[in-house]
Every structure is written in structure tokens, then in C-alpha cells.
């Protein structure tokens, strides 16, 4: 029998390692969709953006999180979590750079540590528990 700590740190690894390919994702739809197919970057960035949240959920639904149910259930959480992270993404990124605009890569290291771990404990505790 597996102990409770070695599960959870299996699941933060299938976490994390969604969350890289979905950042990977991101990336390569932009960037087709920008160098090979012309779009502008605000509609290249905004259908990876868009395509990124559908591969997330999917992913952390599966194979983050294992969780068993209707999607019904879960999409409706899953959205409110998204709308949390990027409120949250804002406000640290214009809090960061409002006064000090030059520490920009400083703004964007703190967006890479706390969004993905407000995302984990977003989807951890509400978007895929049953409560």
C-alpha cells in the first residue's frame, strides 16, 4: 500500500508534467499560427490561449487528478479557476511593473512561482474534488 505523502507527489509530478506540455502547447500554437499562418500576435496568442485551457482541462481532469464524473461537474469549477489565476496574473504582473516597469523579467518570475501554485491548489481542493 502506497503511502498518502507518495501519491500526492505523484500527482503534483502528473501536474506538473501537463502543465508543460500545455506550455509547450501554447507556445507552438502561437507561433505557427503567427509565422506560418500570418495572424496577428493578439489572435495567434488568444486561440493558443484559448486551445491551451481546453488541453488543460482535459489533461488535469485525466491524467492530473484521475477525476471520475461528468464534466458538467467539473468545466463550471474548472472556468471559475481560470477566471481566479488570470485576476491573479494581472494584478501581481500590474502590481510588479506600475512602479518599476525595468524589473519587467523580475514581474514574469513571479508569474512563472506563484501561478502554478495557485493553479495546483485551484484544482486540487475545487475544480476536481467532490467535497
Excluded at 508543460?20 to 507561433?31: C, D, E, G, N
Excluded at 495572424?39 to 488535469?60: D, E, N, Q, R
Aim: charged residues 15%; hydrophobic residues 55%.
Amino acid at each position: 500500500m502506497r503511502s498518502k505523502i507518495a501519491n500526492e507527489f505523484e500527482q503534483l509530478i502528473r501536474f506538473t508534467t501537463v502543465g508543460l506540455f500545455v506550455t509547450f502547447l501554447y507556445f507552438l500554437i502561437s507561433v505557427l499560427l503567427r509565422d506560418l499562418g500570418g495572424l496577428s500576435i493578439h489572435i495567434s496568442t488568444g486561440i493558443a490561449l484559448i486551445s491551451t485551457y481546453v488541453a488543460s482541462y482535459f489533461g488535469h481532469k485525466i491524467i492530473s487528478f484521475k477525476a471520475e464524473g461528468l464534466h458538467s461537474f467539473y468545466i463550471k469549477r474548472f472556468f471559475i479557476g481560470v477566471i481566479i489565476v488570470s485576476v491573479i496574473h494581472f494584478v501581481v504582473m500590474d502590481i510588479t511593473t506600475r512602479y518599476y516597469p525595468e524589473y519587467f523579467r523580475f514581474s514574469v518570475l513571479c508569474i512563472m512561482i506563484v501561478i502554478p501554485i495557485i493553479s495546483f491548489l485551484l484544482n486540487r481542493f475545487l475544480v476536481f474534488n467532490k467535497l
